[in-house]
């Protein structure tokens, strides 16, 4: 029996979770342009970096508590997250195409920036309740980027649903000089801060 819903398609979430030995079910959040998405992932006018990825991770988890009260399926705590780049205080989101990508890159190229990732747990099937957050900053520095390698890499296709333009657990792995941090805080889910969100709602881990 999973001890908790996950609210997230990452793949790369899944496979965190299953590497701490969290037993989860998926709950698949509607993004479908046909229909009214669960979660507005719009970053506001007046919205700060820290504000808008807090935003959208406490709302992915709330709207699978939603989803659950509404199958009225046994409730479980329901684990979400969000991941945003910020480079110069902008918030460099999912690349739109290639192009998007390789001008995100090009702009990380020898430099350093914040990658933020904000956790949240629906813990109780109360909506009343809050979800439960916990924020993880890291600090990535690129290497130079030759324009070369930057075409390669945005063929791949990698980069096209990767916050910032780049999938640290994948080929972009060769750019990152130094790493300040959470390396699965970077990957889109950290574990330290995880851990002690699902500890503190009573699931068992060691």
């Known amino acids: 029996m999973a001890d908790i819903y996950l609210a997230s398609r990452s793949p790369r979430r899944r496979e965190l979770l299953h590497q701490i030995g969290v037993r989860f079910e998926t ?4 993004v479908a342009p046909r229909q009214p998405a669960d979660v507005d992932e719009t970053q506001r006018p007046s919205e700060n970096a820290q504000d808008y990825v807090e935003r ?3 709302d992915k988890a709330v ?3 939603r989803i659950l009260a509404a199958r009225t399926q046994l409730f479980r705590p329901v684990l979400a997250a969000d991941t ?55 600090h990535v520095t690129m ?11 945005c063929a791949s296709n990698e980069p096209l649903d ?19 941090g959470s390396h699965s805080g970077v990957v889109g889910l ?6 002690l969100l699902l500890m503190r709602a009573g699931v068992r881990l060691l």
């Open 27 to 30: 709950l698949l959040l509607r």
């Open 56 to 58: 959208v991770a406490r």
């Open 63 to 65: 709207a699978g508590r």
């Open 84 to 138: 945003v780049v910020i480079l110069d205080g902008e918030v460099l989101g999912k690349p739109s195409g290639r192009e998007q990508a390789a001008s995100f890159l090009r702009r990380l190229s020898g430099r350093s920036h914040e990658v933020r990732t904000v956790v949240a747990l629906a813990a109780s099937p109360t909506g009343s309740v809050d979800p439960w957050i916990a924020t993880s900053v890291s």
């Open 143 to 153: 290497r130079h980027i030759p324009e070369e390698e930057i075409e390669h890499y």
């Open 162 to 180: 990767k916050a910032g333009g780049y999938a640290i657990q994948g080929r972009a792995a060769i750019f990152v000089g130094r790493l300040e």
């Open 190 to 195: 950290p574990l330290a801060e995880t851990a």
